[in-house]
């Protein structure tokens, strides 16, 4: 009996794809992966189909291989990969969002434009020309404000600024992050984004649509405060501990958000801030829960999510569990740039009670960047407990026992060495 089988569009350096492969051999699902890591240390990438997927041809690249190796179900790993995926399903008549909803899930500006059509809570924005002069563009902003790229996520590129001197700095070093990064389209590097900040408690919702009905998996507050300069995102914990009113205002927000982009079909990770009565949408993306995050979804429910997505994708019926205690995560932030020479305290944080698991992303030797050019994290402590209350306190326990010793990086010059 031939296996179902899935094309899974990656890039390399994605955390998901391991889990994306572990779950499908689970569920007996074989997998392709389209890539551009030829090199990669992963075999099923190595093995896959190298791929530019920014190529205008790939598209008909992997429609060519599907007539050799037909696959039932598309999935993307990260917002770079989503357009691709929507077109190659759309092509093939495979479940999935359209390529229009898919791309404007991907860029800021467009999802921007999208829900204030829409009427749906969103900041006030304006897209700002990098090709044309500043200083007329910026006349009359109401300050503080926030600077994004059109098309990066994880906070990278993202600044408040209280002040137009502090508002052309920014913009000039998102600008250099833009330029020095090949993989985003030429196209995303002559736009920014600025819209007016939001100050309020902010949540992320992880859910599933199937057929435009967003369903719900899980609610995570974030209990730290994210005010800037840089947003550093650190603790995700679940059940949420907001009012079932507020609770249920962020959802019916981020399910009006999906039906404006036109979203229909798969995993939609969403971000948005309580204040003034409503639920300002920060994000709604059309891919799961970055980094390592997703466990929270296993460790709460028995149920990875990589899974249900996959099973999703193949038209299959599903059982959703709800979460059974409360989980929750911290993100270990880098908090300066240098070589990792080692984490200190690990053992130690381990044995906090509540605490499932503690992983370390980097080797020592490895350079680290922090936001707002860096893109990661340096690893992730998981806990479980009884409350999300407990959960909180178990990871904040546990993370004062971690002490991170980076070293500097010199520039070496022709006659000294010089501290960056």
């Known amino acids: ?231 550093v995102e650190t603790y995700y914990v679940t059940p949420s501990r907001h009012s079932r009113q507020d609770q249920r205002l962020a959802v019916d927000s981020i399910a009006q958000a999906c039906a404006a982009y036109g979203l229909t079909e798969g995993p939609v990770h969403a971000e948005c801030r309580l204040a003034e009565g409503k639920a300002w949408i920060m994000e709604v993306a059309s891919r799961t829960i970055g980094g390592e995050c997703a466990r929270l979804l296993t460790h709460g429910t028995g149920q990875a999510l990589e899974t249900l997505v996959i099973e999703k994708c193949l038209g299959r019926e599903v059982t959703i569990e709800t979460l059974s205690s409360g989980v929750g995560v911290m993100m270990l932030p880098i908090t300066e740039a240098g070589i990792l020479r080692r984490v200190e305290g690990v053992l130690a944080a381990q044995r906090v009670a509540g605490i499932d698991e503690i992983l370390i992303s980097y080797r020592e030797g490895y350079p680290l960047l922090p936001l707002p050019e860096g893109g990661s994290y340096l690893g992730f402590i998981f806990a479980t407990a009884a409350t999300p209350a407990e959960v909180e306190e178990a990871l904040r326990a546990a993370y004062a026992k971690l002490n991170v010793v980076i070293a500097p990086v010199f520039q070496v010059s022709s006659s000294v060495a010089v501290e960056v």
Do not use: W
């Open 1 to 231: 009996m031939n296996r179902q089988r899935v094309l899974l569009v990656a890039y390399p350096n994605s955390y998901r794809i391991g889990a994306y492969l572990r779950a499908a051999k689970a569920l007996g699902v074989a997998v392709i992966v389209a890539s551009p890591g030829k090199y990669s240390l992963v075999t099923a990438v190595a093995a896959g189909i190298h791929i530019n997927l920014n190529d205008p041809h790939a598209v008909e690249q992997l429609l060519e291989v599907s007539q050799t190796m037909p696959f039932e179900g598309v999935i993307a790993t990260d917002d770079a990969s989503v357009e691709l995926a929507s077109q190659i399903a759309h092509k093939l008549g495979l479940p999935g969002n359209s390529p229009k909803a898919a791309k404007i899930s991907r860029r800021k500006d467009l999802s921007r434009a999208c829900l204030l059509a829409a009427s749906v809570p969103v900041p006030e924005f304006l897209l700002l020309n990098l090709r044309q002069p500043l200083q007329m563009q910026l006349a009359g902003l109401d300050y503080p404000v926030v600077i994004k790229p059109v098309s990066l996520s994880g906070s990278r590129g993202v600044i408040r600024v209280d002040n137009e001197a502090d508002c052309l700095r920014a913009i000039a070093r998102v600008e250099t992050m833009l330029i020095g990064d090949t993989s985003i389209p030429e196209a995303e590097k002559q736009s920014l984004l600025i819209e007016e900040y939001i100050s309020g408690p902010e949540l992320a919702i992880e859910g599933v649509l199937h057929k435009g009905e967003f369903q719900l998996l899980a609610i995570f507050d974030k209990p730290e405060s994210m005010e800037g300069p840089f947003f």
